[in-house]
């Protein structure tokens, strides 16, 4: 089955950087897009960064000209750079992926990783 597993997250103080990974796994047989969303304590889930085939990439404004999110299509990764980290940046951030798996189908759907807390200490 097709898995997305994260890693990264972690406690840091305001002002630092982490990066994340994800890596997605099984039978895959083309990655549209991936991305990564975050979702706060009482807050719903929101969008932070995605990165499409082509390269092409969408942040949301809060994190624009801090975080960066890359590719790496021959091992099915995204990556999350995120620097210049605020308190505000405090969530839980899940991997998304919009792939065809490798079936007959070639049925595109949404894959969601576990999530991994970042904490951003003031």
């Known amino acids: 089955q097709v898995q997305l597993v994260e890693s990264g997250g972690g406690l840091v103080q305001a002002g630092g950087s982490l990066r994340l990974s994800c890596a997605a796994s099984?039978?895959?047989?083309?990655?549209?897009?991936m991305g990564w969303y975050r979702q706060a304590p009482g807050k719903e889930r929101e969008l932070v960064a995605r990165?499409?085939?082509?390269?092409?990439?969408n942040y949301t404004d809060s994190v624009k000209g801090r975080f960066t999110i890359s590719r790496d299509n021959a091992k099915n990764t995204v990556y999350l750079q995120m620097n210049s980290l605020k308190p505000e940046d405090t969530a839980v951030y899940y991997c998304?992926?919009?792939?065809?798996?490798?079936?007959?189908?070639?049925?595109?759907?949404?894959?969601w990783g576990q999530g991994t807390q970042v904490t951003v200490s003031s």
């Open positions: 099984g039978p895959i047989f083309r990655i549209n897009v």
């Open positions: 990165i499409f085939s082509s390269g092409t990439t």
């Open positions: 998304n992926a919009w792939l065809a798996k490798s079936d007959a189908s070639r049925m595109y759907n949404f894959y």
